[in-house]
C-alpha cells in the first residue's frame, strides 16, 4: 500500500472509528460528569494496524477484556460483534468502499457507509455512548537506560536486572517505536466525552554494539507482539480507570496495579533482519536479458505524472548501464494498459487490499502477450514506498541511502544526540519472471520525509514533516535510488 | 539590487542601514515571501476561483494611486478565520472567511486598502529592521495557517502549513499575517481610508468592518491572529468613525454590494460545508443565515442548513430543525438528493414511517443509481413501501 493511501486509509478509519478526534475540544466534561450519565455503553469493534500479527485473536480478547471492566463498573453493554455485523452488513451492501483500481478509499461511499452504519446502529442500539478502541503505532521517548510512553515506563534494552538496565544502556536519547491503546468515548452523534491512551509495548530495543559505545536497533520477536494479555489489561486499566473509578477507587487500584505490573516481564527480543543476499550478477543476467519495467506505482502527490516519467526514464538507464535489454515503455504500456482496463483493478473494493492473485493473473497474460518473437523475461515493477530510516550519530540511513540530519555547523548540530527512526521514501523495485515468481528485490533509499530543526546552543532540536508537495522533487536523487535498488545487478565500477 | 522590489530596497536605505545589512534584510524578506507564496500556491488552500481572484484584484487595482512603487497580488484563500495579509513581493491574501463577513465592495476595499498600504510603506522591511519588537515575535503564521490546516483537512494539509510557517518564521511573516505594530497600523489605517475616499467609495463601511471582526472575534487564547497585535479593535472603530464623520458633509460614495454579492457566489455556501465539515456548525449557520437573507429559495442552503443542525445535538431541537431545513430544500429546485437521504434516516431513527418513506422514495426518484440505493431500496422494503 503507498504511503498516500495509508495515509488515506488512516485518515478515514480516524473519521469513520474516531470520528471527531481530530477536532477534539479543549474542554471534555470531566470523567466524573461523563460516569454520572453512563448506562448503557456501545463498545465499538477494536481497530488495529492491518499488519498486525493474531489480528483477530487480539480483536477477540480485548474487546471482550473492555466489555468486562465496562461491565464491572455496573454499565450495560452492547458487544463489539453488533456493530461488526452491522458494518459486514452495510459494506456488502454498498459493494465495498476501496477504488479497485487503487486501493484507495471511495469517500463518497465511505461517507455514505459512515452514515448509513452510525444511523442504522443509533435506531437498533440506542446508548449513552460509543466507545472507540484503537491500537496505534506510537513513539515512546527514549532517554538512556529507560523509554516513558503513556503511563509507562520500560528498559530500552529489554533487560531486566537494575544494574544491567542501567549500565547496559547505549547514551542515546531518542525515539523507539512503541504501540499503545488509544480509548475515545464519544455520543452517538459524535460529540467527544472521554480520550486516554494506554502503553501496550515497545517494538524495539536499543543494543550497544562493540566497546565504541555504538549502537543498533533490535527489534522484538515477531511471536512476541501483543502476546502478552497481562500488557493488555494493563492498557485497558491505563485508559479505562480514570473513566470508571472514582477518584478513591483509583487510588485503591494504583497500588494493585503498580504491584501486578512489575511483574509483566520484558517482550522477547527479535533478530536484526539480515542483509540482504548478493544476486549473482552473470547468472541473472544469463537467466534474463530482456526485462520491461511497468509503470512506478507512487504516491499521490501533485507531481506524480512528471514523477512517474522521471523515475521510469531513470529505470530504463539504469537496467541498460546493468546489461538488460529494456523494452520500449510504449510497448508495455500498449500490452498492459487493456488488461489492466479489463481487469477492473487489483484492489479489493472492501478491504483495499492489493489481490495478488489478480495481479498475477494480469502479469502471466502480459507476459505472453509481450515481445511477440522475443519473449520479455522479466518485469521489473517499481514502487516508491515508505520505509523507516534509522538515525544514528546525526545521519539517517535507510537501504543503501544516508542522509546528514543537520546541514549546519558543528556548533549547533544537536542532531547527533537523537535516536530512533523517522519516516523515509525509498524505491521499492520487484522483478517477476514469466511464471510470476519473484526473483529479485532491491530497496534504494530516495529521501526523508522529515526534516531536523536545530534549536539553540542550549535547547534540543526538533523534527518537521516535509510537505507532500515538496516530496520528490529533486530529480538528482532519482539515478542514486536506482542505482542502489538495483544494487549488485549493477556491475562494478 | 537590481532583482529586488524598489520599495524594499527603498526601505533598507531610508531604515539608514549601512548596505551590505539593507541588501540582506531586503533579499531575505524576498526570498522568504517568494518562498510562502510557492508555499502558499501548492498547499491545497487557494480557493481557487479565478473570476472570483479576479475581481478581488479588479478591487484592489482600483485602489492604486500612479504612484504606487508596487503592485499586489491578489488571491483568495480558504481560511476560518477573517483574514488579510500581504506578503513584502506583493502577494496578497483575503481569506474566504473574510469574504463571506463582508457586506460589499467598500468594506473590501477598506481591507484591501488597508494592506495595500502595508506594502507601499515597506511596514515589513521596517519592523524587520525593529530589534526592539523582534524579540517578542513568535510564529503567527503558524497560528493563522495552521488553525485553517487543522480546521480544513488537519493532517497533510495541517502538516504542510506548520511547515510552511517554520520555514518562515520570520520577524515579518509574524507582522504581515497578525498584525503590525501599533503606529504602522494606524498609518495603514489612515493611508488605506485615504486610497477609499480616492477610489470613491463609502467611507462608512470602514467601521462597520471593523465592528464585524469584533464581533466574530473568537474568545480562545491564540485563534486570533487577526488581532493579536492590532491595536484595540475598538480604538480603531473609534478612529474610522471620527475619519469618516470628517468625510460625511461630502456626497456619499458607493457601497456596489449587489456586485460584491454577484462577484463571491456561493463562496459562503462553500465556507459554511467547511465549517460543518470542521465541527463548527453555529459557525456555519451565520454563513447560511446571511446567505438565506439574499437568496431564500437556494436549495444547497437548506440542505448546509440541515447538515449544520445535524452537527448541533446537544441542542435541543436540533432534529426538527434539522428535518425542517431538509424538507425545505427537498421542496426547491435543485436540491441535492442526499438531503431526502438524511431527512429519511432522521424520521427513521425517530421511528417515523410514513415521512422516512416519503423520503427515501423521494431519494431513489432524484438519484436512482446513488451509491447507496440498494441500502435504501432494503430500507423501503422494510418500511413496507414498493422502491420506485
Known amino acids: ?493 | 539590487m537590481a532583482a529586488l522590489p524598489v520599495s524594499v530596497a527603498a526601505a533598507a536605505e531610508e531604515a539608514g542601514q549601512p548596505d551590505a545589512d539593507q541588501r540582506k534584510d531586503a533579499m531575505e524578506l524576498r526570498r522568504d515571501a517568494d518562498d510562502i507564496e510557492k508555499r502558499l500556491a501548492t498547499s491545497g488552500l487557494l480557493y481557487g476561483n479565478v473570476e472570483l481572484d479576479a475581481y478581488v484584484q479588479s478591487v484592489a487595482d482600483g485602489l492604486r494611486r500612479p504612484d504606487d512603487p508596487q503592485s499586489i497580488r491578489m488571491h483568495v484563500l480558504s481560511g476560518p478565520w477573517p483574514n488579510a495579509f500581504v506578503l513584502p513581493n506583493g502577494a496578497s491574501y483575503v481569506t474566504t472567511a473574510m469574504l463571506d463577513m463582508l457586506d460589499n465592495e467598500a468594506q473590501l476595499a477598506c481591507v484591501l486598502g488597508h494592506e495595500m498600504s502595508h506594502l507601499v510603506e515597506r511596514h515589513a522591511l521596517l519592523e524587520l529592521r525593529s530589534q526592539r519588537t523582534r524579540e517578542g515575535w513568535t510564529t503567527a503564521l503558524a497560528v493563522l495557517l495552521g488553525t485553517a490546516g487543522a480546521y480544513y483537512g488537519g493532517g497533510q494539509i495541517g502538516s504542510a502549513l506548520a511547515n510552511l510557517t517554520a520555514s518562515a518564521g520570520q520577524l515579518w511573516t509574524k507582522a504581515a499575517v497578525s498584525g503590525y505594530s501599533r503606529d504602522h497600523e494606524r498609518a495603514a489605517d489612515r493611508e488605506g481610508f485615504a486610497r477609499l475616499v480616492a477610489s470613491g467609495y463609502d467611507t462608512a463601511q470602514a467601521p462597520i468592518v471593523f465592528e464585524q471582526l469584533l464581533a466574530r472575534t473568537p474568545d480562545a487564547e491564540g485563534t486570533r491572529p487577526y488581532f493579536a497585535t492590532h491595536p484595540r479593535l475598538e480604538e480603531r472603530i473609534a478612529s474610522f468613525r471620527e475619519l469618516a464623520a470628517e468625510r460625511a458633509a461630502g456626497p456619499a460614495g458607493r457601497t456596489d454590494a449587489e456586485k460584491y454579492f454577484s462577484a463571491i457566489g456561493d463562496l459562503p455556501l462553500d465556507q459554511a460545508q467547511r465549517l460543518v465539515d470542521a465541527g463548527e456548525p453555529a459557525r456555519a449557520q451565520l454563513s447560511i443565515d446571511r446567505y438565506l437573507t439574499r437568496k431564500p429559495d437556494n436549495a444547497r442552503a437548506y440542505f448546509l442548513a440541515g447538515e449544520a443542525w445535524r452537527a448541533r445535538t446537544l441542542e435541543a431541537g436540533w432534529a426538527e430543525n434539522a428535518i425542517t431545513a431538509y424538507g425545505r430544500a427537498a421542496t426547491l429546485p435543485g436540491t441535492p438528493p442526499v438531503a431526502l437521504r438524511n431527512k429519511g434516516l432522521l424520521h427513521r431513527e425517530r421511528g417515523e414511517v410514513q415521512p422516512a418513506r416519503e423520503a427515501f422514495q423521494r431519494y431513489l426518484e432524484l438519484d436512482p443509481q446513488a451509491i447507496d440505493a440498494g441500502l435504501v431500496r432494503l430500507y423501503l422494503q422494510e418500511l413496507g413501501a414498493a422502491p420506485p
Request: with cysteine.
Open chain 1, 1 to 493: 500500500m503507498s504511503h498516500a493511501r495509508m495515509l488515506r486509509s488512516a485518515k478515514f478509519v480516524a473519521a469513520a472509528v474516531l470520528a471527531c478526534a481530530c477536532a477534539w475540544p479543549a474542554e471534555l466534561p470531566s470523567p466524573e460528569t461523563v460516569r454520572a450519565q453512563l448506562r448503557t455503553v456501545a463498545v465499538i469493534p477494536l481497530a488495529t494496524p492491518g499488519d498486525l500479527p493474531n489480528r483477530e485473536q487480539v480483536q477477540q480478547r480485548m474487546e471482550q477484556a473492555i466489555e468486562t471492566r465496562l461491565a464491572a463498573a455496573g454499565i450495560s453493554v452492547i458487544p463489539a460483534a453488533e456493530m461488526r455485523a452491522l458494518r459486514d452488513k452495510v459494506r456488502t451492501a454498498l459493494g465495498g468502499y476501496y477504488d479497485p483500481r487503487t486501493g484507495d478509499v471511495d469517500q463518497p461511499r465511505a461517507d455514505a457507509f459512515d452514515e448509513h452504519v452510525s444511523s442504522e446502529f443509533r435506531r437498533l442500539h440506542p446508548a449513552d455512548a460509543w466507545l472507540y478502541s484503537r491500537i496505534e503505532p506510537r513513539r515512546a521517548l527514549a532517554e538512556r537506560a529507560y523509554a516513558a510512553w503513556d503511563g509507562v515506563r520500560e528498559s530500552t534494552t529489554g533487560k531486566e536486572g537494575f544494574l544491567e538496565k542501567v549500565f547496559g544502556a547505549p547514551a542515546v536519547i531518542g525515539a523507539l517505536d512503541a504501540l499503545s491503546l488509544h480509548v475515545v468515548l464519544l455520543t452517538p452523534n459524535g460529540e467527544p466525552l472521554y480520550g486516554r491512551y494506554g502503553a501496550l509495548q515497545l517494538l524495539e530495543y536499543f543494543e550497544v554494539t562493540g566497546t565504541g559505545g555504538g549502537t543498533r536497533y533490535v527489534p522484538v520477536a515477531p511471536d512476541a507482539i501483543l502476546a502478552d494479555p497481562a500488557r493488555e489489561q494493563r492498557a485497558i486499566a491505563l485508559t479505562l480507570e480514570p473513566l470508571l473509578l472514582d477518584p478513591a477507587q483509583q487510588e485503591a487500584a494504583k497500588a494493585a496495579n503498580e504491584q501486578a505490573w512489575k511483574q509483566i516481564p520484558p517482550v522477547a527480543k527479535g533478530q536484526p533482519p539480515p542483509p540482504s543476499p548478493a544476486v549473482d550478477r552473470a547468472a541473472f543476467l544469463a537467466a534474463y536479458r530482456r526485462v520491461a519495467v511497468a509503470i512506478p506505482d507512487l504516491p499521490e502527490l501533485p507531481t506524480r505524472a512528471a514523477v512517474r516519467d522521471r523515475y521510469a526514464a531513470a529505470l530504463a538507464v539504469g537496467l541498460a548501464q546493468a546489461g538488460f535489454v529494456v523494452v520500449p515503455p510504449s510497448e508495455y504500456a500498449a500490452v498492459w494498459e487493456p488488461i489492466y482496463a479489463a481487469s477492473g483493478g487489483f484492489y479489493d473494493p472492501m478491504t483495499g487490499e492489493l489481490r495478488a492473485d489478480k495481479r498475477m493473473a494480469a502479469l502471466r497474460e502480459a507476459f505472453s502477450k509481450l515481445g511477440g518473437e522475443s519473449p520479455v523475461d522479466l518485469v521489473f515493477l517499481p514502487q516508491v514506498v515508505v520505509r523507516a530510516a534509522r538515525i544514528e550519530s546525526g545521519k539517517a540511513r535507510w537501504d543503501g541511502a544516508t542522509q546528514d540530519l543537520y546541514k549546519g555547523g558543528a556548533l549547533f548540530d544537536k542532531s547527533r544526540s537523537f535516536g530512533g527512526t523517522l519516516p523515509a521514501l525509498s524505491l521499492e523495485l520487484r522483478a517477476v519472471d514469466a511464471e510470476v515468481r519473484e526473483v529479485f528485490l532491491g530497496r534504494g533509499g530516495i529521501e526523508l520525509l522529515v526534516r531536523f530543526k536545530s534549536g539553540s546552543l542550549l535547547s534540543g532540536g526538533t523534527f518537521e514533516d516535509i510537505p507532500e508537495a515538496d516530496w520528490l522533487t529533486d530529480p538528482s536523487r532519482d539515478a542514486k535510488a536506482v542505482e542502489r535498488a538495483l544494487g549488485s545487478l549493477l556491475a562494478a565500477p
